[in-house]
C-alpha cells in the first residue's frame, strides 16, 4: 500500500542532474568577480541594440566587479541599482583546458540560477535563454569552443527581473505620468510577495564536461519490505544507441552493498539503512551512493561515463490524519525559511547555509519549507545528509491578479513544475510538493488551474503528496479539493484583531474544525508568527515586542497541542530568521518576524520554540527519552 510502490516518474525534458566531478567529468567553478553593467538606459535595450555581448564588456561602456554567486542589489551605494528594474549584464572570462575541445567531449555552461530572465552568449554566440529564477539551467558550447581555438572563452549574461503577469512569480509595471507629481519615466515594479525582488546571478554558474556519450539522468524511486530496501532505478544515456549501463550501490563505509546492469532494474538491500528524519532515528540522513556507470570499447580505447547520485531509503504517505514516513506517523516541527542575508541578497553562501542548519538542530526543528521557490539544490543536499525533512515549493507565490490565471500563466507554471521535479525527484528529504502560496484561490478560474496543476505534478511524480498553501476562506477555497495535505496560514491577533491575544484559541480551535470538517485530510499550520524588533520588551506584551511574539506563539501551541491528537501533523513558524522586503508601511527594513534576526541572533521566541521542538522530538520521534540538548 505504499504511495511509492509501482510508481514512476516521468519527464519530457533532459536531465539536470548536478554536476560532480568523477573519473570521467570535470568541472570549472566560475564563482568570483564578474564584470557588470546594468542597462540604464530609458527603454533598458542599448545593451541589444548596440550588441554588448559580441565584444568585451569593459568596450562598450564602464564595468563595475560584481561578485558571483550574490543579488547585486545591495554591493554598491546606489539606489538606482538596489532598485533596479530591466537589463543587467554580467561577464567573465575563462581559460579552456585545451584537452576539453575534442570530438569525445562535451563541455556545458550551467547557471545555478539567475533572476528572473536571462540571455547566455559564449564568444559573442547565444547559446541559451531561460525563464524562471529559482531553478538551473545548462547548454553544450564545446561547438562554440571549437571555433575558437587557443580556449579563450568569454561568458556574457544578460539578467532582466522584470515581472509581469504571466512571471511567476508574478507582477506589474507600473509607469507614471505626471509631471506634477512624478519625475519623468517614473516606473515601479508592483508585486503581491512579501520578499524583496532581489536579482542576478544567483548561484553558481561552472563549465563542466561529459563524454559525448553519457548519463544524462536518473531516477529512483525506493521502498522496502521488513528488512529489504528496493530501489528502483531508471538511467538515461544520451549518445550511444545500446548502453551497457552498470549500477553499484555504496553504503556509508565504502561496501559495495548491491549491483544491477541496464539501463533499468530494482536494486535490493538486504539490511537496509532507512533514511530518517533528524530527531526520529538515532542515525538520521542515511544516503547510499549509487554509482551508475556507462562503458564502450571501441578499437581499442574505453569509453566510459561515471555518476555518482546519493540516495536515500524511504518511504512516504498520507492518510486521512497523517503523516507517515517509513510506516511511522511523522509531525513537522519546523521552520519557512528565505534565501537572504545581508549583502549577498540571494547569492549562496557557504558559511550561511552551514550557519542555517546547525541553527535548526540546535532548534530541534526536523523540517522546513522552501517559501516562496526552489532553494540552491546544495541546500537540498546539506537536507538530505541531515535529515532535514522538506516541503519543496515552486515559485508561484502573489497569485492574485485573475490575468495571472490564464493559459500564458498556467502552462508556464505547469513547466515550472517540470523542472522542479525533474531537479529535485531524487532528493530523500523532499516529501512533498508544493504548488504555490496563498493565491486568490476563491477567485472562479482557480479551481480549473490548481487542479491541472496538482494533476499534473502528480502525473510527474505519483510518489510524493502534492499540496498548495492557503490563506482563503475554507468554504470558498478552490483548489483545496485536489490538496492531499490541507496547509493553512493564519496570523490572528497581528493582520486580524491586532494586539488581541486572546482570540487565538477561538479563531485557531475554529480553523483547524472548520477545515477538518470540510475535507478530512491531515493540516499542517503552514505559517504563523509575529513581527519582533529585537530588544523591544513591554509587560503587559504589545506588538513588536519580544513578549507579544512570545505570546502568540505560546497561544497558537495549546491549540497545536490539543489537536496534533487528532489530525493536526505540523506546525511551521514564520519565519526562521527577518529578510528583505520591499519598502511599506508595516515593514521595519523588512519583515521581522524571524526567530532569529538576519544575522541570525536568537530572540526570545527561539528559546521558546527550542523548549518545545525537543519536547515534541521526545514524545513522537523514535529518540531515547533524554535526548534532549545534545
Ligand atoms: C504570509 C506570506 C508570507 C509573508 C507573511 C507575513 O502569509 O505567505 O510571505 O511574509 O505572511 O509576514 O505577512
Redesign the pocket.
Known amino acids: 500500500s505504499m504511495k511509492g510502490s509501482g510508481g514512476a516518474i516521468s519527464l519530457h525534458l533532459d536531465g539536470m542532474l548536478f554536476p560532480r566531478e568523477s573519473s570521467s567529468r570535470e568541472i570549472k567553478e566560475l564563482n568570483g568577480l564578474w564584470n557588470f553593467r546594468a542597462d540604464h538606459s530609458l527603454n533598458r535595450n542599448l545593451g541589444f541594440e548596440q550588441a554588448w555581448y559580441k565584444s568585451r564588456l569593459a568596450e562598450s561602456g564602464p564595468v563595475i566587479d560584481m561578485p558571483v554567486p550574490a543579488s547585486y542589489n545591495d554591493i554598491t551605494q546606489d539606489p538606482r541599482l538596489r532598485d533596479f528594474i530591466g537589463w543587467v549584464w554580467y561577464e567573465r572570462e575563462v581559460l579552456v583546458p585545451s584537452g576539453w575541445v575534442s570530438e569525445e567531449t562535451r563541455v556545458v555552461l550551467r547557471v545555478g540560477s539567475a533572476h528572473y530572465y536571462s540571455v547566455v552568449w559564449v564568444n559573442g554566440i547565444k547559446v541559451m535563454e531561460h525563464e524562471g529564477g529559482h531553478l538551473p539551467f545548462e547548454a553544450e558550447i564545446v561547438e562554440v569552443l571549437r571555433n575558437n581555438p587557443g580556449g579563450a572563452c568569454r561568458i556574457t549574461i544578460a539578467v532582466n527581473n522584470t515581472l509581469t503577469l504571466q512571471t511567476l512569480p508574478p507582477g506589474t509595471i507600473q509607469h507614471i505620468d505626471d509631471p506634477t507629481r512624478y519625475p519623468a519615466d517614473y516606473v515601479v515594479q508592483n508585486t503581491n510577495?512579501?520578499?524583496f525582488n532581489y536579482a542576478g546571478l544567483h548561484r553558481p554558474v561552472m563549465l563542466y564536461t561529459t563524454p559525448k556519450a553519457y548519463v544524462d539522468d536518473i531516477t529512483v524511486l525506493t521502498t522496502f519490505a521488513d528488512n529489504i530496501g528496493l530501489l528502483s532505478y531508471q538511467v538515461s544515456v544520451l549518445g550511444s544507441p545500446n548502453p551497457t549501463v552498470t549500477v553499484t550501490l555504496t553504503d556509508k563505509d565504502g561496501r559495495c552493498v548491491a549491483s544491477s546492469t541496464g539501463p533499468s532494474g530494482v536494486i535490493k538491500v538486504t539490511d537496509a539503512n532507512l533514511w530518517w528524519p533528524y530527531l526520529m532515528h538515532e542515525n538520521p540522513g542515511y544516503l547510499y551512493s549509487m554509482g551508475v556507470s556507462w562503458a564502450a570499447f571501441i578499437v581499442g580505447s574505453v569509453y566510459e561515463d561515471v555518476y555518482a547520485l546519493p540516495v536515500g531509503i524511504r518511504t512516504v504517505q498520507v492518510t486521512n490524519t497523517q503523516f507517515l514516513i517509513n510506516n511511522k506517523p511523522f509531525y513537522f516541527h519546523g521552520v519557512n525559511k528565505h534565501e537572504d542575508a545581508d549583502i549577498r541578497g540571494k547569492g549562496l553562501d557557504w558559511p550561511l547555509m552551514v550557519k542555517d542548519f546547525n541553527l535548526l538542530k540546535w532548534l530541534g526543528a526536523n523540517s522546513f519549507r522552501t517559501?516562496?521557490y526552489p532553494y540552491a539544490e546544495e541546500i537540498m543536499q546539506m537536507a538530505d545528509r541531515h535529515g532535514i525533512v522538506v516541503i519543496d515549493e515552486c515559485p508561484g507565490v502573489g497569485i492574485k491578479d485573475i490575468r495571472s490565471f490564464g493559459n500564458a500563466s498556467l502552462s508556464h507554471h505547469l513547466a515550472v513544475m517540470d523542472e522542479l521535479v525533474r531537479r529535485d525527484k531524487n532528493h530523500a528529504s523532499v516529501v512533498m510538493w508544493s504548488v504555490a502560496?496563498?493565491p486568490a484561490a476563491e477567485m472562479p478560474p482557480a479551481g480549473f488551474y490548481f487542479k491541472t496543476l496538482m494533476a499534473h505534478t502528480k502525473s510527474l511524480d505519483p510518489t510524493r503528496p502534492v499540496t498548495f498553501i492557503t490563506?482563503s476562506n475554507f468554504a470558498r477555497d478552490k483548489g483545496a479539493p485536489y490538496v492531499d495535505v490541507i496547509c493553512v496560514?493564519s496570523?490572528f491577533s497581528w493582520y486580524h484583531d491586532p494586539g488581541h491575544l486572546e482570540v487565538i484559541p477561538f479563531q485557531l480551535n475554529t480553523q483547524f474544525e472548520n477545515w477538518y470538517g470540510k475535507y478530512q485530510k491531515p493540516i499542517i499550520q503552514s505559517?504563523y508568527g509575529a513581527d519582533v524588533v529585537p530588544g523591544l520588551h513591554t509587560d503587559p506584551p504589545m506588538m513588536f515586542t519580544e513578549e507579544y511574539q512570545k505570546m502568540v506563539l505560546q497561544n497558537y501551541h495549546d491549540v497545536f497541542d490539543r489537536k496534533r491528537k487528532e489530525y493536526v501533523i505540523g506546525e511551521l513558524i514564520?519565519n526562521f530568521a527577518d529578510f528583505m522586503t520591499a519598502q511599506t508601511v508595516t515593514r521595519v527594513v523588512g519583515?521581522k518576524?524571524g526567530i532569529f534576526s538576519r544575522q541570525r541572533h536568537p530572540k526570545a521566541g527561539a528559546f521558546l520554540l527550542r523548549e518545545r521542538y525537543w519536547r515534541l522530538a521526545n514524545e513522537t520521534g523514535l529518540l531515547p527519552v533524554g535526548a534532549r540538548y545534545p
Do not use: G, I
Request: charge should be negative; glycine fraction near 0%.
Open positions: 510577495f512579501d520578499f517559501s516562496h502560496n496563498e490563506d496560514n496570523y505559517e514564520w519583515n518576524k
